[in-house]
T-cell receptor, first 114, second 112 residues
Framework: NAGVTQTPKFQVLKTGQSMTLQCAQDMNHEYMSWYRQDPGMGLRLIHY???????DQGEVPNGYNVSRSTTEDFPLRLLSAAPSQTSVYFC?????????????FGDGTRLSIL | GESVGLHLPTLSVQEGDNSIINCAYSNSASDYFIWYKQESGKGPQFIID?????DKRQGQRVTVLLNKTVKHLSLQIAATQPGDSAVYFCAEMKTNNNDMRFGAGTRLTVKP
């Protein structure tokens, strides 16, 4: 099992560019989520999905879109990158939300917006 | 709004000593709590969790204590080792709520 795989590991964008951060898990987990991590702050939830075809907003969803066409994949899209979106992005998964099990995290994508 | 926080941003201990990392939470409805460890360049890694029907849970060298009266969570690491150096986060959530809230983290440094 690879667990949660995120690509790319690093990315530099110019303001206004768009890109997709990829996240895949091979544990057949129903619940997947995206967080951003900024210096001095805890992880903040951007979007989450409780299963294929279902997504919802988290604490800081503005500027990001997600989709969940398969159980395995949960890509995060930046529509028009802004410097405020410079951050480290983590994808996580867990078997399901109702059972209160810990999330498994990927190793992150470090994104810089110039 | 309600949030999860930590008392200390940094903690430095000698190798072999016990470490205690504290966390205050403010949502009295939270009933599930997790401690994560994050090493440099890596994602958070699960350490131990506890549900609100318990006040103590032990793992290998780690113990989590939950005091619901004062909304306080702590992580105790026994015989701290250099490999324990990392940032430690607490997180809270309420059952069936899809929003897990994380504290800002405490950086633990273990001196040889």
């Amino acid at each position: 099992n690879a667990g949660v795989t995120q690509t790319p590991k690093f990315q530099v964008l110019k303001t206004g560019q768009s890109m997709t951060l990829q996240c895949a898990q091979d544990m057949n987990h129903e619940y997947m989520s995206w967080y951003r991590q900024d210096p001095g702050m805890g992880l903040r939830l951007i979007h989450y999905s409780v299963g294929a075809g279902i997504t919802d907003q988290g604490e800081v969803p503005n500027g990001y879109n997600v989709s969940r066409s398969t159980t395995e994949d949960f890509p995060l899209r930046l529509l028009s990158a802004a410097p405020s979106q410079t951050s480290v992005y983590f994808c996580a998964s867990s078997p399901d939300r109702a059972s209160n099990q810990p999330q498994h995290f990927g190793d992150g994508t470090r994104l810089s917006i110039l | 709004g309600e949030s999860v926080g930590l008392h200390l941003p940094t903690l430095s201990v000698q190798e072999g000593d016990n470490s205690i990392i504290n966390c205050a939470y403010s949502n009295s409805a939270s009933d599930y709590f997790i401690w994560y460890k994050q090493e440099s360049g890596k994602g958070p890694q699960f350490i131990i969790d506890i549900r609100s029907n318990m006040d103590k849970r032990q793992g290998q060298r780690v113990t989590v204590l939950l005091n619901k009266t004062v909304k306080h969570l702590s992580l105790q690491i026994a015989a701290t080792q250099p490999g324990d150096s990392a940032v430690y986060f607490c997180a809270e959530m309420k059952t069936n709520n899809n929003d897990m809230r994380f504290g800002a983290g405490t950086r633990l440094t273990v001196k040889p």
